[in-house]
């Protein structure tokens, strides 16, 4: 009876202990990568704008955006839609999002060739495990 009771009531409280940090695991992986295969192609669509016009996409996040979805025909005049991110991959303000909820950010390294950045799971871009994708740095 009661010993019985007691030894499945330490069985499912070490269950417990050990699923949860499992689930965030688990939950944290996927998230990565999904945010992985969102800036791969970000990176795709950057190269595929690049091979088209010989130049990078410029300006700030939302801007960057709305040129490859073909919106900014200052960058890309024939208004080529090279990326079309789901609608909840994209905030109010056009900024592009990680599986986090984060704007994804971009920075511009030598001949303008952008990295793109996710802030990760802590959303801070200055601490932890940041995930990133350069383009122009994959073979074709």
Known sequence: GSL?????????????????????????????????????ALRTATDEFYAKYHTYPTGDRATYLRVLQGKDPSQNPHNIVFFKPKEHEVDRNGHLLDAWGTPIDITYHDKGRPEFISAGRNRNFYLGENVMESAGTKER
């Open 4 to 40: 019985r009771r007691t030894g499945f009531l330490v069985l499912l409280g070490v269950m417990v202990f050990y699923r949860i940090p499992l689930e965030a695991a688990v939950r944290h992986e996927a998230e990565k990568a999904k945010t992985l295969k969102l800036l791969e």
